[in-house]
Protein backbone atom coordinates (compact mmCIF):
# COMPACT_ATOMS: atom_id res chain seq x y z
CA UNK A 1 0.00 0.00 0.00
CA UNK A 2 1.90 3.18 -0.87
CA UNK A 3 -0.94 5.86 0.84
CA UNK A 4 0.06 7.88 3.72
CA UNK A 5 1.67 6.34 6.52
CA UNK A 6 1.81 7.96 9.86
CA UNK A 7 3.42 6.32 13.14
CA UNK A 8 2.65 5.96 15.46
CA UNK A 9 -1.07 5.41 15.22
CA UNK A 10 -1.30 6.18 19.48
CA UNK A 11 0.75 8.07 21.44
CA UNK A 12 1.20 8.67 25.03
CA UNK A 13 3.07 11.32 26.51
CA UNK A 14 3.10 12.47 30.22
CA UNK A 15 2.85 16.79 30.69
CA UNK A 16 6.34 17.77 30.13
CA UNK A 17 7.18 15.72 27.56
CA UNK A 18 8.36 15.43 23.94
CA UNK A 19 6.29 13.91 21.39
CA UNK A 20 7.23 13.01 17.56
CA UNK A 21 4.75 12.61 14.84
CA UNK A 22 5.93 10.66 11.66
CA UNK A 23 4.59 11.03 8.09
CA UNK A 24 5.66 9.73 5.22
CA UNK A 25 4.16 10.81 2.01
CA UNK A 26 2.59 8.81 -0.91
CA UNK A 27 5.54 7.43 -3.35
CA UNK A 28 5.65 10.34 -5.77
CA UNK A 29 4.59 13.38 -3.76
CA UNK A 30 6.47 16.39 -2.39
CA UNK A 31 4.02 18.58 -0.41
CA UNK A 32 2.98 17.59 3.24
CA UNK A 33 0.18 19.12 5.17
CA UNK A 34 -0.42 18.85 8.92
CA UNK A 35 -4.14 19.18 10.24
CA UNK A 36 -5.17 18.68 14.11
CA UNK A 37 -8.37 17.42 14.82
CA UNK A 38 -9.53 18.23 18.64
CA UNK A 39 -12.13 16.23 20.25
CA UNK A 40 -15.56 16.34 18.18
CA UNK A 41 -14.32 19.25 16.19
CA UNK A 42 -13.31 19.40 12.28
CA UNK A 43 -9.92 19.78 11.27
CA UNK A 44 -7.16 22.64 11.72
CA UNK A 45 -4.92 23.33 9.12
CA UNK A 46 -1.20 23.38 11.25
CA UNK A 47 2.09 23.55 8.68
CA UNK A 48 2.64 22.91 5.02
CA UNK A 49 5.82 21.90 3.49
CA UNK A 50 7.89 21.27 0.89
CA UNK A 51 10.95 19.21 0.85
CA UNK A 52 13.43 21.07 3.41
CA UNK A 53 11.04 24.44 3.25
CA UNK A 54 8.26 25.21 5.23
CA UNK A 55 6.04 27.03 3.09
CA UNK A 56 2.89 27.73 5.15
CA UNK A 57 2.76 27.71 8.82
CA UNK A 58 0.10 30.36 9.21
CA UNK A 59 -1.65 27.33 11.54
CA UNK A 60 0.74 26.50 13.83
CA UNK A 61 1.09 27.21 17.61
CA UNK A 62 3.88 29.91 18.45
CA UNK A 63 5.27 27.63 20.94
CA UNK A 64 6.25 24.30 21.42
CA UNK A 65 5.43 23.29 17.74
CA UNK A 66 7.71 22.43 15.07
CA UNK A 67 7.70 20.63 11.71
CA UNK A 68 10.72 19.71 9.41
CA UNK A 69 9.87 17.92 6.30
CA UNK A 70 14.21 17.01 5.41
CA UNK A 71 15.06 15.65 2.02
CA UNK A 72 15.37 12.45 3.38
CA UNK A 73 13.33 10.74 5.33
CA UNK A 74 9.39 11.56 6.62
CA UNK A 75 7.91 14.68 7.94
CA UNK A 76 8.41 15.13 11.41
CA UNK A 77 5.88 17.31 13.56
CA UNK A 78 7.32 17.60 16.88
CA UNK A 79 5.53 18.81 20.28
CA UNK A 80 7.94 20.11 23.05
CA UNK A 81 7.09 19.84 26.87
CA UNK A 82 3.59 18.56 25.75
CA UNK A 83 -0.04 19.97 27.92
CA UNK A 84 -3.14 18.35 28.31
CA UNK A 85 -4.73 20.58 25.36
CA UNK A 86 -2.38 18.99 22.98
CA UNK A 87 -4.42 15.79 23.06
CA UNK A 88 -5.85 15.55 19.79
CA UNK A 89 -5.79 13.59 16.19
CA UNK A 90 -2.81 14.79 14.42
CA UNK A 91 -3.34 14.24 10.32
CA UNK A 92 -0.67 14.40 7.31
CA UNK A 93 -1.61 14.37 4.37
CA UNK A 94 0.08 14.54 0.53
CA UNK A 95 -0.04 15.68 -2.84
CA UNK A 96 2.24 15.65 -5.81
CA UNK A 97 1.94 19.36 -6.04
CA UNK A 98 1.68 22.15 -4.05
CA UNK A 99 -1.88 23.40 -5.92
CA UNK A 100 -5.19 24.06 -4.61
CA UNK A 101 -7.29 21.86 -6.90
CA UNK A 102 -4.60 18.71 -6.21
CA UNK A 103 -6.35 16.73 -4.02
CA UNK A 104 -5.04 15.85 -0.32
CA UNK A 105 -4.38 12.08 0.46
CA UNK A 106 -4.69 11.65 4.03
CA UNK A 107 -3.06 9.15 6.43
CA UNK A 108 -4.91 7.39 9.27
CA UNK A 109 -3.54 10.35 11.78
CA UNK A 110 -1.59 9.88 15.02
CA UNK A 111 -3.60 10.20 18.03
CA UNK A 112 -1.83 11.79 20.50
CA UNK A 113 -2.88 11.52 24.82
CA UNK A 114 -1.66 13.33 27.37
CA UNK A 115 -1.31 12.08 30.53
CA UNK B 1 -10.87 34.52 5.56
CA UNK B 2 -13.08 31.35 4.17
CA UNK B 3 -14.83 29.37 6.45
CA UNK B 4 -16.94 26.52 5.88
CA UNK B 5 -20.35 25.50 7.31
CA UNK B 6 -22.00 22.29 8.14
CA UNK B 7 -25.44 23.05 9.81
CA UNK B 8 -26.06 19.54 10.74
CA UNK B 9 -24.09 18.00 13.70
CA UNK B 10 -25.69 14.51 13.57
CA UNK B 11 -27.97 12.86 10.98
CA UNK B 12 -29.94 9.78 10.97
CA UNK B 13 -31.46 7.90 8.10
CA UNK B 14 -32.77 4.42 7.89
CA UNK B 15 -31.06 2.61 5.34
CA UNK B 16 -31.83 2.61 1.73
CA UNK B 17 -33.61 5.77 2.98
CA UNK B 18 -31.79 9.00 0.81
CA UNK B 19 -29.49 11.34 2.22
CA UNK B 20 -28.17 14.85 2.20
CA UNK B 21 -25.74 16.70 3.98
CA UNK B 22 -25.49 20.56 3.66
CA UNK B 23 -22.22 23.00 3.21
CA UNK B 24 -22.12 26.32 2.93
CA UNK B 25 -18.83 28.03 2.52
CA UNK B 26 -17.51 31.88 3.04
CA UNK B 27 -15.16 33.02 0.30
CA UNK B 28 -14.94 36.37 -1.96
CA UNK B 29 -14.28 33.78 -5.49
CA UNK B 30 -15.41 30.23 -6.02
CA UNK B 31 -13.15 28.53 -4.06
CA UNK B 32 -11.63 24.19 -4.84
CA UNK B 33 -14.57 22.23 -3.07
CA UNK B 34 -14.24 18.61 -1.52
CA UNK B 35 -16.26 16.48 0.06
CA UNK B 36 -14.38 13.39 2.59
CA UNK B 37 -15.75 10.72 4.63
CA UNK B 38 -13.73 9.75 7.81
CA UNK B 39 -14.69 6.52 9.53
CA UNK B 40 -13.84 5.97 12.94
CA UNK B 41 -10.36 6.02 13.91
CA UNK B 42 -9.26 5.94 10.20
CA UNK B 43 -8.03 9.07 8.17
CA UNK B 44 -10.13 10.78 5.59
CA UNK B 45 -11.20 9.70 2.43
CA UNK B 46 -11.84 12.29 -0.61
CA UNK B 47 -15.30 11.21 -1.94
CA UNK B 48 -15.27 13.77 -4.51
CA UNK B 49 -14.17 17.46 -5.53
CA UNK B 50 -15.21 20.56 -7.80
CA UNK B 51 -13.23 22.89 -9.44
CA UNK B 52 -15.02 24.38 -12.85
CA UNK B 53 -17.53 23.24 -14.97
CA UNK B 54 -20.25 20.84 -14.40
CA UNK B 55 -21.94 21.77 -11.56
CA UNK B 56 -23.08 18.55 -10.43
CA UNK B 57 -20.24 16.24 -9.54
CA UNK B 58 -20.13 12.67 -9.40
CA UNK B 59 -17.89 10.91 -6.32
CA UNK B 60 -17.25 7.62 -5.32
CA UNK B 61 -19.06 4.91 -3.41
CA UNK B 62 -22.63 6.58 -4.80
CA UNK B 63 -22.23 9.72 -3.78
CA UNK B 64 -22.98 13.53 -5.70
CA UNK B 65 -22.94 16.86 -4.49
CA UNK B 66 -23.92 19.99 -6.12
CA UNK B 67 -22.43 23.43 -6.49
CA UNK B 68 -24.65 26.67 -6.02
CA UNK B 69 -22.76 29.36 -6.54
CA UNK B 70 -25.71 31.64 -5.58
CA UNK B 71 -26.44 29.73 -3.02
CA UNK B 72 -22.98 29.24 -1.89
CA UNK B 73 -23.20 25.66 -0.71
CA UNK B 74 -22.18 22.40 -2.58
CA UNK B 75 -24.20 19.50 -0.70
CA UNK B 76 -23.55 16.05 -0.40
CA UNK B 77 -26.54 13.63 -1.67
CA UNK B 78 -26.66 9.48 -2.02
CA UNK B 79 -30.03 8.44 -3.39
CA UNK B 80 -29.97 5.38 -0.81
CA UNK B 81 -28.05 4.87 2.02
CA UNK B 82 -26.07 1.20 3.28
CA UNK B 83 -25.22 1.05 6.80
CA UNK B 84 -21.67 1.18 5.44
CA UNK B 85 -22.14 4.72 4.91
CA UNK B 86 -22.40 5.35 8.45
CA UNK B 87 -19.44 7.82 9.09
CA UNK B 88 -18.53 11.58 9.72
CA UNK B 89 -18.33 13.82 6.59
CA UNK B 90 -16.03 16.61 6.16
CA UNK B 91 -17.01 19.36 3.63
CA UNK B 92 -13.43 21.36 2.91
CA UNK B 93 -13.00 24.43 0.45
CA UNK B 94 -9.42 25.54 -0.81
CA UNK B 95 -8.10 28.38 -2.59
CA UNK B 96 -5.00 29.82 -4.81
CA UNK B 97 -5.53 33.10 -2.78
CA UNK B 98 -5.74 31.16 0.68
CA UNK B 99 -2.47 29.21 -0.03
CA UNK B 100 -2.58 25.46 -0.51
CA UNK B 101 -4.54 24.53 3.22
CA UNK B 102 -7.76 23.21 3.39
CA UNK B 103 -10.25 24.56 5.29
CA UNK B 104 -12.80 22.38 6.95
CA UNK B 105 -16.38 22.45 8.00
CA UNK B 106 -16.99 20.99 11.61
CA UNK B 107 -18.25 17.32 9.94
CA UNK B 108 -21.66 15.97 10.31
CA UNK B 109 -21.60 12.53 11.73
CA UNK B 110 -24.29 10.35 9.93
CA UNK B 111 -25.92 6.94 11.60
CA UNK B 112 -27.71 4.80 9.72
CA UNK B 113 -30.71 2.62 11.09
CA UNK B 114 -31.32 -0.98 10.08
Do not use: D, I
Given at each position: NAGVMQNPRHLVRRRGQEARLR?????????????RQLPEEGLKFMVYLQKENIIDESGMPKERFSAEFPKEGPSILRIQQVVRGDSAAYFCASSPEGASNQPQHFGDGTRLSIL | AQSVTQPDIHITVSE?????????????????????VQSPGQ???????????DTLVQGIKGFEAEFKR?????????????WSDAAEYFCAVAH???????????????????
Open positions: CSPMKGHSHVYWY | GASLELRCNYSYGATPYLFWYGLQLLLKYFSGSQSSFNLRKPSVHKAAGNKLTFGGGTRVLVKP
